[in-house]
Each structure stands twice: as structure tokens, then as C-alpha cells.
């Protein structure tokens, strides 16, 4: 679950904020202090994914929380708000909704394909 939700997490903020700036949004010190910590974040989870003992059942339990974080973020509005952005609150929700799945994805192929170590 740490891996996937830092990779997934540590992309949609860096995402959101970028795009907030690029639509207008006048980013400050907090906005790029976001970019930078959540691009940490999910270099963090790509890092330590092959040395995580994952399990079958522990990607469908992570999948199962992940989804349902969306489900709840994007269909009762309890996503974080980004002004600038409100008017493609579902287009964010469906790509959000797939980065889910390429997080999950990611994670995955990297502690089981690639880097086979002696611990997992």
C-alpha cells in the first residue's frame, strides 16, 4: 500500500499543481515546496518497490483502498479543491482513476519483475 499510494499520490500533486500554474494559477513558495516534496514521494515509492515482499492479496487489498479513496474523492466531492481547476473536476477524476490503476501497475511489475532480490 506505502509504495502504491506514494507513486500514485507524489504524480497527482505534482500534476495538479503544475497544471494549476499553467491555467493561470499564481504558484507560491507552498505550490513548489508540494511539487518537489510529492515528486520525492514517488521517486520513494519507485525506489523501494522491488524491495517490498509483496503478495498477490496485498496488491488487491492496496487496489481495493486506492479505488475506493477515489470513489469517495471524486463521486462525494471530498478531493482536494484546486480553484483553477474546478471546471474539469471530472476530467481529473477519470485520470485520477487511472493513475490508480498504472500506480498499482507500476509497482507490481517493479517488485516482481524487475530487481529480483534475495529478500522478496
Not at 14 to 38: D, E, K, R, T
Not at 96 to 118: A, D, E, H, R
Amino acid at each position: 500500500m506505502a509504495a502504491i499510494t506514494l507513486l500514485k499520490y507524489g504524480v497527482w500533486a505534482v500534476g495538479m499543481n503544475a497544471v494549476s500554474g499553467l491555467f493561470g494559477y499564481p504558484l507560491n513558495l507552498g505550490n513548489y515546496m508540494l511539487i518537489f516534496s510529492h515528486g520525492c514521494m514517488a521517486i520513494e515509492g519507485l525506489i523501494y518497490a522491488p524491495f517490498y515482499r509483496i503478495k498477490l492479496w496485498h496488491i488487491v487489498i492496496a487496489a481495493i483502498w486506492t479505488l475506493h479513496n477515489d470513489f469517495i474523492d471524486y463521486v462525494f466531492n471530498m478531493a482536494p479543491w484546486y480553484p483553477y481547476l474546478s471546471s474539469h473536476h471530472q476530467v481529473i477524476g477519470y485520470l485520477t482513476f487511472w493513475l490508480s490503476w498504472i500506480s498499482i501497475g507500476v509497482i507490481y511489475y517493479l517488485n516482481k519483475k524487475v530487481n529480483k532480490l534475495p529478500l522478496n
